[in-house]
Structures are given as structure tokens and as C-alpha cells.
């Protein structure tokens, strides 16, 4: 068969076009390789890449994008304490944004002065796990919101009554402002957006350790170096990396085994679950006791012992422990000025 | 006896400067008269000089006089939840500041979800009282403030506890800055000061109401300005006056005679003031329901119809109180900004 002129030209366009995708495809494929051994490569001043300063920002899922509005809603209703039944628990009684985020208490205490069955984990920088809860049972801020106001032991509202109660309060046209051109703004998935994006808000840049990667040297105490190593060398960082050093994955804690709280298998129905927990996110880890799930750890000292000879079987000396305790407080960060928000409040004149 | 021409100098002398001292105190007895009679003469507007505008700041006691240090030490307590005894309530708990400084429950809840026995007054204001609680057994925001800390229903703790508390919480440096010059700055008594200190600033000057009295007349409503009229001509100014429209003195309450809370004769232990409680504070009032010491009142217009049929003998028509909620609507002010605290906490380390 003979190949016309045309048809000569249109192959070795295509073998040109074929070629061109091929150097594209090898050349992002070295781009990558190349970013993946660069985040591997230990850095000149010894610091694993496995750690990553906090981000200054959070990013917004596609289906809920930040705007001034939700993010003022959402301010509101974490402060909102018509969303429990007695009316005097908010999201801000156990995630008090003047003490860290936490309530630090052992385990969270809601309606009726019942006690939950965990601690209360900090609300700042959630935005930044891959999943909330102690056993990583909501994948999102937006999942999370909506489980203390209908827990029976925390505010213990359905979501009908939450609404309800919001829409009596005045919080209708706050609503209509954070979800425009929707056609029913008031609804329980909105209100759970917006406390979801006020959280977002909610962030710790510029610990010392944070500094300390960006290159101040001078920031971390020679006591806080050496912790900063032993984390590294003995194995903590295994678990605990990322920027939140922690929050990005599950582990067993053996310490608790055999206790009634199964954590994470009770979500995942998983045998080989059972004692699993999410790995504790550290950051402002000096100010967020008492520790661990049952918080039952009432110092950083005691937690550390613990997870030493749980989780790595390792028993650390004193000297090791005072060291990665330095090291820990060296990662609370900037905590930002929250004003306490105007509660919309209908006149009662009729 | 001769009278020398030294001495008769000395006379002429004393009878002037007697004849000075009486002209001055005659002419400060005329102005003294002159005013008195000023503040009982009825304003060309036709408005009771029983009204006084609410003032833009409030005058500290001498035993208290407020510092930056000080106010930023009971903003502090204020928010302190550490100051129960679960360490979830605190005095913010039942005198939201986002919320009108009340926590629009019947009856406040305190420690245990245990039901106190009478409804939260709301703190905005309070500086202006001329006494606190519902019976007037605290004369001073500083006494008021020993109360609840130690009620068993609301924060249980004892005065001991308390500072202890704040001790192991990290307070000390901030007590020592407040009270410098102290041998023991960190007291029970000191704690009460700074908690009024901030109480004090805690003021809503500029309510339509005070903006009339100001001269500007185009801000009332005209059914707002009726309201005033009949408030004044039905008998309610003769109990609902001064600056703050109640507030200063005693009431029999006559609605709630027979029920077991006796209000002020608990206090005194005079059996005729049995159902005496204080003249209720309207400022903000429109805000701050349910109303009563008891909370059973849900509106304003259940509230009005009851104080006529109950204080003063009177069944006010459906206009009347629609006139009068019109007017105690125009009683609410602008509340000041207020950041969330900071609350101290030492880091675990150790």
C-alpha cells in the first residue's frame, strides 16, 4: 500500500504528538521523583522532612468555600448555648478557646452534668486532621459539628430542635446572609458548615518548632534540640509527623487494652481494630492535658512515660523524658483574639 | 469698758467675715434649693426628671478603684470555669455577656444541672444597683461577686478552693500586678474586687430611651412615646425610676404571695417585708427575659400585664401594653464589644 503525501504527513505529525506527550509524561514523572526524594532527603540540619510547619491557612473543602458571613455565623453558634437542651452548653464549654481549646477536664462533661466517655480533644487546628474524633468516626469539620448537639450526653438536640431553636432566637436572617440563593438556608447541614468554617479560623502558627523549620536556629533550647532528636532517633516521629505531628492515621495504644473502650474498631467493626486510636495530634501539646483518650495522663511527663514503654517499648531515662517534654512545649503556637460574639436574641415584646 | 482702735479694727474685722460666711452659706442654701427645685420640675418635654439617662461610666467604690490590671484580671475570672467545682461553669455561664448578660433560662443552672432557686439578672448594668440579687442581700458588685462561687447550685467551691484553683492555674502573676503593693495579693476578697472591677465597665449607655432624654426627640416612636407618657402616668415611675428604672429599693410582690420563695424578709427576717423583692432593673429589659425573680413571665406583654393587675391594681388594655412594651423597648442600649480571654494555664511539663 502506498502512503500518500497527506498521509506521510499526518503519521509523523502523530509520532511527533506521541513523542511530545511521552517527554511531557517523563518529564512530570521526574519532576515528581525528584519532589519525592527531596521530601525524603534528611535535612542539612538534621530534621526529618516528615515534620511540616503548621500552614498559616486552612484550606476550604469544595462544597463548603469560607466567606466572611459563614465564617460569622459559624462564630455565633459555637458560642450558642440554646443548641443544647438545658441551655447552657456550647461547643465552646468543652472546646474553650481560651484555654487551648480544651476543657481540661478528664473526660467532657455536657447536659445533665453527665460525663462523656473520652476527653475533650482541642478544636484548634482540627482543620488541619485527616479525621476528627478520638476514633477518626467523622472525616470532616463539617461531620464532627453535628455529633455533640444530638449526643444525649453533651447537648443532646435533635437536629429539628436545633433548628428550631435558632430560627426562634433570630438566627434566620444570619443564616440567609452565610447561605445565599440557597432555598431553605436554615438547615442542620448549613449550620455545620458554618462552625465548620469559623473553625478553620481556629489556628496556632508560629510555635517556636515552627520557627525552628523555618530556619530560626536560635529559637529551640539545647534542651529542646536534644528532645527534638531523641523524638527522631527513638521512634515517636514514626507516628507522629506531618504538620500536625499526629492526627493522620490509627495505631493500637496497649496500654489501654482489655479497658471497655475499644476505640476505633466500634466504628470500623474491624477485630484487628480494637484498642485502636487516632495518633494524637501534638501540637500545643504542653497546654492541652490532661492526656490521652481518657485522659487519664494528667502531665506531659506521665504521657510520655506511658507512650515510651506502650508504643515503642521503650523505657526512657529521666533525662530522656525531661528532654522530649522540652521539646513537646516547644510546640504551642500563636493562639489568635476571639471576640465574644453578639448572640442574635429576638425582643420579647409579645 | 473703752474700746481701743486696735480692737475696734478686730470688731469691724469679725462681724465682715462673719457677714461673709453667712452671705456664703445663704447664697450655697439658695442654689442647693434652686437645684432641688430644677430636679423636681417637670421637663418642658413633659418627661418625670424621676428619669435619669444612664451614665457612661460608673463611679469605682473607694475601697476598689479600677486599673487596666485589675479589669483585665476579673475578665479573666469572669470566663474562669475553673472557678466551679466540674470546672464548666463560670460567672459568663449564667450572665452571658454575648447574650444581653443573661442566660434567658427561668431559673438559673448551675453546678450538677441542679436548678437554682431564682432567674439570673443580667450583669450589664449591675454597677449602677443599689444593691444585688433579687433581694438585695449583697449592697456591693464585690459582695455579689463571693456568692455564686460558693452557692452549692451554681459553682460550689470554697473561698479556699477557689484560690487554690487559681494558684495551680497559673493566676499569680496576674493577682500580684493587680493588688502590687500587697503582702497577699491572692485572696478570696481580692478575687470579688477584680471580678467588679470588670463588672464596672460592663455598661450599655445609648439606648433610644437616654438619646430622648438627651433632647433628641425624632428617636422615640410615637406609640414608644405614649408608653412613656402612661409609664408615667399609670403609677410605674413611682417604683421604676432612676437611672437604671428600678433598682433601688423594695416591692411587695403581690402576684407571688403564697409561694414559697419570700423574697426580701428572708434576708432582714422582718416579717412585713414577707414577698418583698427588689424593684426590678428595666434596662435592656426587652432582652433579657423570662422575667421575675421566678423567670414566669416569658414576654414583656405577660410581664406588663401582670405588674398593672399586680402592683397597681390595674387591667391595662391591649393598647396600653402594647404602648408600654413600645417604650421599655426603647430601653435597650449598646453593649460593649468583649474579647474572649485569655485564660492562664501553666503547661504541664512536669
Same mark, same amino acid.
Given at each position: 500500500? =502506498?502512503?500518500?503525501?497527506?498521509?506521510?504527513?499526518?503519521?509523523?505529525?502523530?509520532?511527533?504528538?506521541?513523542?511530545?506527550?511521552?517527554?511531557?509524561?517523563?518529564?512530570?514523572?521526574?519532576?515528581?521523583?525528584?519532589?519525592?526524594?527531596? &521530601?525524603?532527603?534528611?535535612?542539612?540540619? #538534621?530534621? @526529618?522532612?516528615?515534620?511540616?510547619?503548621?500552614?498559616?491557612?486552612?484550606?476550604?473543602?469544595?462544597?463548603?468555600? @469560607?466567606?466572611?458571613?459563614?465564617?460569622?455565623?459559624?462564630?455565633?453558634? /459555637?458560642?450558642?448555648?440554646? !443548641?443544647? =437542651? @438545658?441551655? *447552657?452548653?456550647?461547643? $465552646?464549654?468543652?472546646?474553650?478557646?481560651?484555654?487551648?481549646?480544651?476543657?481540661?477536664?478528664?473526660?467532657?462533661?455536657?447536659?445533665?452534668?453527665?460525663?462523656?466517655?473520652?476527653?475533650?480533644?482541642?478544636?484548634? $487546628?482540627?482543620?488541619?486532621?485527616? &479525621?476528627?474524633?478520638?476514633?477518626?468516626?467523622?472525616?470532616?469539620? +463539617?461531620?464532627?459539628?453535628?455529633?455533640?448537639?444530638?449526643?444525649?450526653?453533651?447537648?443532646?438536640?435533635?437536629?429539628?430542635?436545633? *433548628?428550631?431553636?435558632?430560627?426562634?432566637?433570630?438566627?434566620?436572617?444570619?443564616?440567609?446572609?452565610?447561605?445565599?440563593?440557597?432555598?431553605?438556608?436554615?438547615?442542620?447541614?448549613? !449550620?455545620?458548615?458554618? *462552625?465548620?468554617?469559623?473553625?478553620?479560623?481556629?489556628?496556632?502558627? #508560629?510555635?517556636?518548632?515552627?520557627?525552628?523549620?523555618?530556619?530560626?536556629?536560635?529559637?529551640?533550647?539545647?534542651?529542646? %534540640?536534644?528532645?527534638?532528636?531523641?523524638?527522631?532517633?527513638?521512634?515517636? %516521629?514514626?507516628?507522629?509527623?506531618?504538620?500536625? !505531628?499526629?492526627?493522620?492515621?490509627?495505631?493500637?495504644?496497649?496500654?489501654?487494652?482489655? &479497658?471497655?473502650?475499644?476505640?476505633?474498631?466500634?466504628?470500623?467493626?474491624?477485630?484487628?481494630?480494637? /484498642?485502636?486510636?487516632?495518633?494524637?495530634?501534638?501540637?500545643? *501539646?504542653?497546654?492541652?492535658?490532661? /492526656?490521652?483518650?481518657?485522659?487519664?495522663?494528667?502531665?506531659?511527663?506521665?504521657?510520655?512515660? %506511658?507512650?515510651?514503654? @506502650?508504643?515503642?517499648?521503650?523505657?526512657?531515662?529521666? +533525662?530522656? %523524658?525531661?528532654?522530649?517534654?522540652?521539646?513537646?512545649?516547644?510546640?504551642?503556637? $500563636?493562639?489568635?483574639?476571639?471576640? /465574644?460574639?453578639? !448572640?442574635?436574641?429576638?425582643?420579647?415584646?409579645?
Amino acid at each position: 500500500m =502506498r502512503v500518500s503525501g497527506v498521509n506521510k504527513t499526518r503519521a509523523y505529525r502523530s509520532v511527533l504528538v506521541i513523542l511530545f506527550y511521552l517527554m511531557a509524561i517523563f518529564g512530570f514523572a521526574c519532576q515528581q521523583a525528584d519532589q519525592a526524594d527531596k &521530601s525524603q532527603t534528611q535535612r542539612p540540619d #538534621g530534621v @526529618s522532612p516528615l515534620f511540616k510547619p503548621l500552614p498559616a491557612l486552612a484550606d476550604d473543602p469544595a462544597d463548603n468555600i @469560607s466567606t466572611t458571613e459563614k465564617i460569622d455565623l459559624g462564630h455565633r453558634l /459555637y458560642f450558642e448555648p440554646r !443548641l443544647s =437542651r @438545658s441551655g *447552657i452548653i456550647s461547643c $465552646n464549654t468543652c472546646h474553650v478557646v481560651g484555654a487551648a481549646g480544651v476543657d481540661h477536664l478528664e473526660k467532657a462533661m455536657g447536659e445533665g452534668a453527665q460525663t462523656g466517655p473520652r476527653n475533650s480533644p482541642t478544636v484548634y $487546628n482540627a482543620a488541619f486532621l485527616q &479525621s476528627q474524633f478520638w476514633d477518626g468516626r467523622a472525616p470532616t469539620l +463539617e461531620e464532627q459539628a453535628k455529633g455533640p448537639i444530638q449526643a444525649h450526653v453533651e447537648m443532646d438536640l435533635t437536629p429539628e430542635e436545633a *433548628i428550631q431553636r435558632l430560627k426562634e432566637t433570630g438566627y434566620t436572617p444570619l443564616f440567609e446572609k452565610a447561605f445565599p440563593n440557597e432555598k431553605e438556608p436554615m438547615t442542620f447541614d448549613n !449550620l455545620a458548615k458554618a *462552625i465548620a468554617a469559623f473553625e478553620r479560623t481556629l489556628l496556632t502558627p #508560629g510555635s517556636p518548632f515552627d520557627r525552628y523549620l523555618e530556619g530560626d536556629k536560635d529559637v529551640l533550647t539545647e534542651k529542646q %534540640i536534644a528532645g527534638l532528636n531523641l523524638f527522631q532517633e527513638k521512634g515517636c %516521629i514514626s507516628c507522629h509527623n506531618g504538620p500536625m !505531628l499526629g492526627g493522620n492515621g490509627y495505631q493500637k495504644f496497649s496500654h489501654v487494652v482489655g &479497658s471497655s473502650d475499644v476505640g476505633r474498631s466500634a466504628v470500623t467493626k474491624k477485630e484487628e481494630e480494637k /484498642y485502636f486510636f487516632r495518633i494524637a495530634p501534638l501540637r500545643n *501539646i504542653a497546654l492541652t492535658y490532661p /492526656y490521652f483518650h481518657d485522659g487519664s495522663a494528667k502531665t506531659l511527663k506521665a504521657a510520655v512515660t %506511658i507512650m515510651g514503654k @506502650s508504643q515503642l517499648n521503650r523505657q526512657f531515662t529521666a +533525662e530522656e %523524658i525531661d528532654q522530649l517534654v522540652a521539646f513537646l512545649e516547644s510546640l504551642t503556637g $500563636n493562639f489568635p483574639e476571639i471576640p /465574644y460574639p453578639k !448572640l442574635p436574641r429576638v425582643a420579647q415584646g409579645g
